[in-house]
């Protein structure tokens, strides 16, 4: 037993987990396996053995659960004898410590890389250095990507079809070849990582430049609501609100403060009416429709905005910095 343990363990060092189904087979004499749950067949001894999986889910043969944070997995052997079961627990516990250690990989190379991408998006670096940084990260910025970014967590298990898999910011992303149907991708994704709210799908655009566009449609599509959303071509605002390193939101709440402090105070409609009336072009009828009261009491909501925050909304200046302000505080619709 103890020789067959450590045989086991210099198996792991040297071959990984299929080294310790090797060794664990080899000692039983019974097939066994690694499965990542419902259906994923990770590594198995022999290689080419045929697993059914429902008569083990049914009772025939061992399944030891082997469950880490977002990855459930179990080793499965027909043994059912003594030493079966001693070595298959020995054996579930090595295999649990080497994908502990695959995922803390994989974790420190989605933060270098989403680093990269993080640096790219914000022009934090020259387009010569972030094009050595993304090559370095397996990302040929001479070639054309997609890039997923999810809401709401991230892939139980890395896309086996990624050009790289990063953690930028708050978000996870998965950056794509243009060969790969980044929709379809996207989609099988979101059916098996039920978990995730929203995935949103940019590009595929070429260059560093490229990279930067993509990541900022996915961003913007992942913010539209539960599903599967593709990009739209990027516009100013969410240009503008896409850099962390531009103080747009805090802007945005100083200009609105004197009407969200009046609302608060008086249960005023300020805001609201401010956010219809620049939706709807200007037009103090469409908005006075939206909230089912007279054009005159939309007109003296308006004329209070202009004394509160000190600007003429005759002014296309000043209608564009309210419009940018509400949708950096309070987003609305589609507008614009």
């Known amino acids: 037993m103890l020789h067959a343990q450590r045989a086991m363990f210099d198996s792991l060092l040297s071959h990984g987990i299929p080294g310790v189904l090797a060794r664990l087979t080899e000692a039983t004499g019974e097939p066994s396996a690694v499965v990542r749950l419902p259906d994923q067949v990770l590594a198995s001894a022999p290689a080419g053995h045929h697993w059914a999986l429902d008569r083990l889910r049914s009772g025939e043969g061992r399944v030891v659960p082997v469950d880490l944070p977002r990855l ?66 397996g990302i040929d910025p001479a070639e054309a990507h997609s890039v997923l970014v999810f809401a709401g967590g991230a892939p139980t298990a890395d896309p086996g079809v990624a050009t790289a898999v990063a953690t930028v910011g708050r978000y996870e992303a998965v950056v794509l070849h243009e060969e790969q149907p980044a929709l379809e991708v996207a989609r099988t994704l979101a059916e098996h990582n039920p978990h995730i709210t929203s995935i949103g799908v940019g590009g595929p655009y070429r260059g560093v430049h490229g990279l930067r566009w993509a990541f900022i449609e996915a961003q913007e599509a992942a913010g539209r609501g539960p599903g599967v959303h593709e990009g739209r071509v990027i516009n100013m605002p969410t240009l503008l609100m896409s850099n962390p390193d531009l103080p747009v939101r805090e802007v945005a709440a100083k200009v609105l403060q004197p009407l969200t402090a009046f609302d608060a105070e008086r249960g005023g409609e300020l805001v609201r009416t401010l956010e219809l009336f620049l939706g709807s072009g200007g037009s103090p009828q469409l908005t006075a429709k939206e909230l089912f009261v007279h054009r005159n009491t939309v007109r003296y909501r308006l004329e209070q905005i202009e004394r509160l925050t000190g600007l003429s909304l005759s002014s296309v200046e000043a209608r564009v910095h309210l419009w940018l302000a509400m949708r950096a505080v309070t987003p609305f619709g589609d507008a614009g």
Do not use: F, P, W
Request: proline fraction near 0%; hydrophobic fraction near 45%; charged fraction near 25%.
């Open 72 to 137: 459930r997995c179990a080793l499965l052997t027909t043994g059912d004898g003594d030493l079966a079961v001693d070595l298959g627990n020995h054996a579930a516990g090595l295999v649990k410590l080497e994908l502990a250690k695959q995922q803390a990989v994989r974790a420190g190379r989605r933060e270098l890389v989403g680093q990269v991408i993080e640096d790219v998006v914000r022009s934090a670096i020259t387009t010569r250095e972030a094009a050595s940084r993304l090559r370095a990260a």
